[in-house]
């Protein structure tokens, strides 16, 4: 009996300790969600027109329509745009020896081709215009294009093929990648004003809205 309570004693504390694990990540996503909920309802909606009479560094958001001066044609999708990004991943097979010296085999992925690419964009509403800064912007782009293409016929440029086929082996097999925002569409901006009235990064986020702004 005593050797059963131990057992149920160790249990016991197993369960407690990954209750406190998981007691602890939820902890971690409410404050990190709240944080992100916080900042976005401290910066009200300023409306276009009025973002050019803000100081540099004032928080600002706007929701409007994206205009591009000229779209931009997306790499994989051939899809009219005014931003995409477009990325080709390997899946490489390899193997590790453990402690006992057995061989476990492992997979890693990782980018080998990157393209990133957006026109003159600014966001219209009732209010008026205000441009866009896309360079280091957390932008939540729909995705396009995933799928597995091979080396060298990638179906992209000659760049990407000759790329592909340096890197090419038996043990990796890659997979295409595209997000885009297309031209007219409704988005919201979150971010800081620029030099020049613009919207844009430290911790600006661009992303497509569902419904008509």
């Known amino acids: 009996h005593r050797e059963s309570g131990k057992r149920m004693d160790t249990l016991l504390a197993i369960f407690a300790g990954i209750a406190a694990i998981i007691g602890a990540g939820l902890l971690w996503w409410r404050w990190s969600v ?38 931009l044609t997306a790499e994989f999708s051939g899809e009219p745009c005014a931003y995409f990004k477009a990325e080709i991943e390997r899946e490489e097979v390899y193997y590790e020896r453990d402690s006992q010296g057995r061989e476990e085999r492992r997979t890693r992925t990782t980018t080998v081709y990157s393209n990133m690419k957006y026109g003159q964009c600014l966001v219209e509403d009732a209010t008026g215009k205000v441009g866009i800064d896309f360079e280091g912007a957390n932008v939540e782009a729909v995705q396009t294009v995933k799928e597995p293409t091979s080396a060298p016929n990638s179906g992209g440029s000659a760049m990407i093929a000759g ?28 971010g800081e004003v620029r030099e020049g009235g613009l919207i844009g990064k430290p911790g600006s986020t661009v992303f497509q809205m569902n419904g008509q702004p």
Do not use: C, W
């Open 34 to 71: 709240g944080r992100e909920l916080g900042a976005m309802a401290a910066t009200h909606p300023s409306g276009a027109g009025g973002i050019a009479q803000l100081p540099p560094g004032s928080p600002a958001a706007v929701s409007g329509t994206l205009r591009v001066r000229t779209p």
């Open 163 to 190: 790329v592909l086929s340096a890197l090419a082996n038996s043990n990796s097999s890659y997979r295409r990648k595209e997000s885009v925002l297309g031209p007219d569409i409704p988005v919201f901006v979150l």
